[in-house]
């Protein structure tokens, strides 16, 4: 079974700080991670995705992950926020051969000016 | 290119009712999922489509079924509509792959309100 655990359905920064959502999953084999981004009354939008390879990955608009099997976790982080990165942030995993993602309850970020 | 498109954007239902929701896949995908997105939740997978037929299946009742036709493009249809039935309903696109999940691209969704 899979599963991904969101930790802070609410996050709040000051522009220009650090941006750091939480993301651990669970997965019985190797899994594919994904980070999207949902903007009001939008779809999804991918931002980044780690399937082998390197364990950090880069993504759209600044932002990276990094898988850590031991920890099992795939954070989020951007370096400097900016007003437009206000949106709802979801962690998703899957699995080789599987056809379908598994979703966390998703992140709330608010930048403050 | 293209994108994943869905329609309608909105619609309003009542109890017992049935509804019809549409999706068009990216350009050069063959695949097409859909998800349920309830208010402050993350989308539950509902069903998968390929080949003219249903992959896979989420925990959902039969009351949900879909169909994709030769283009690719995908229909939801929910039956006898619920009021827990209303939320966003997500459409994704993608790539089959033998082994893999090709990344999935997602519609705007279609919000459906069930009085």
């Known amino acids: 079974a899979q599963s991904v655990t969101q930790l802070g359905s609410h996050v709040s920064v000051s522009e220009g700080a650090l941006v750091l959502l939480r993301c651990n999953y669970s997965?019985?084999?190797?899994?594919?991670l994904f980070w999207y981004v949902q903007y009001p009354n939008q779809g999804l939008q991918l931002l980044l995705k780690?399937?082998?390879?390197?364990?950090l990955v880069k993504g759209i608009n600044g932002f990276e992950a990094e898988f850590k099997k031991s920890e099992t976790s795939f954070h989020l982080t951007k370096p400097s926020a900016h007003m437009s990165d206000a949106a709802e942030y979801f962690c998703a995993v899957t699995r080789t051969g599987a056809n379908n993602l598994f979703f966390g309850t998703g992140t709330r970020l608010t930048v403050i000016p | 290119d293209a994108g994943v498109t869905q329609s309608p954007t909105h619609l309003i239902k009542t109890r017992g009712q049935q509804v019809t929701l549409r999706c068009s896949p990216k350009?050069?995908?063959?695949?097409v999922s859909w998800y349920q997105q309830a208010l402050g939740q993350g989308p539950q997978f509902i069903f998968q489509y390929y080949e003219e037929e249903e992959r896979q299946r989420g925990n959902f009742p039969d009351r949900f079924s879909g169909h994709q036709f030769p283009n690719y493009s995908s229909e939801l249809n929910v039956n006898a509509l619920l009021l827990g039935d209303s939320a966003l309903y997500l459409c994704?696109?993608?790539?089959?792959?033998?082994?893999?999940?090709?990344?999935?691209?997602f519609g705007p969704g279609t919000r459906l309100t069930v009085l």
């Open positions: 994704a696109s993608s790539l089959v792959r033998l082994a893999g999940m090709d990344t999935q691209y």
């Open positions: 997965s019985s084999v190797p899994p594919y």
């Open positions: 350009s050069g995908h063959d695949t």
């Open positions: 780690y399937t082998t390879g390197a364990t």
